[in-house]
């Protein structure tokens, strides 16, 4: 009976640490959206940055990912599911996923980075 709940309690231990907060889930996704992580390319709280740049004739041009924290749900949600940008890869995400990710970036407390 001891060994019983013993094992009982490891469970539920182990089971109390794998509960993550909302908070904590819209990060990992962020980072992990099942494919490249977006803060690789729009920074790490949604900010935008600078992929690159290179000269053509004579002009700079420069690559950017756009800052995302200041855009409607619409133009979000549409954004990642009509596929028609061009460098931004395609991804799969469920609306679910998607209202997360937009939940990460509005809350995401370090709104002085944002350009
Ligand atoms: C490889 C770099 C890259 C990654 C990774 C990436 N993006 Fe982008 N994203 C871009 C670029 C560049 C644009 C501008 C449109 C274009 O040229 O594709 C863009 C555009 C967008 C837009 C539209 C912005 C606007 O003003 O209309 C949204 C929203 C967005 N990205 C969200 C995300 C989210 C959420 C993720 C992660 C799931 C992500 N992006 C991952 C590069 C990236």
Redesign the pocket.
Same mark, same amino acid.
């Given at each position: 009976m001891r060994l019983i709940s013993l094992i009982f309690f490891v469970v539920l231990g182990y089971g109390e640490d794998s509960f993550i907060t909302k908070e904590e889930y819209a990060k990992m996704l962020?980072h992990n *959206?099942r494919?490249?992580?977006?803060h690789?390319?729009?920074g790490e709280y949604g900010q935008g940055e600078v992929?690159g740049r290179y000269k053509e004739s004579n002009r700079t041009i420069i690559?950017?990912?756009?800052n995302?924290t200041n855009?409607s749900f619409k133009?979000?949600y549409e954004?990642?599911t009509n596929g028609k940008?061009?460098?931004? *890869?395609h991804?799969f995400?469920t609306l679910q996923e998607i209202k997360t990710?937009y939940f990460y970036l509005k809350s995401s407390k370090h709104k002085s980075l944002k350009r």
């Open positions: 962020y *959206p494919g490249i992580g977006c690789k390319c729009h992929l690559i950017k990912a756009p995302i855009l133009k979000f954004a990642l940008h061009r460098l931004m *890869p991804y995400l990710l």
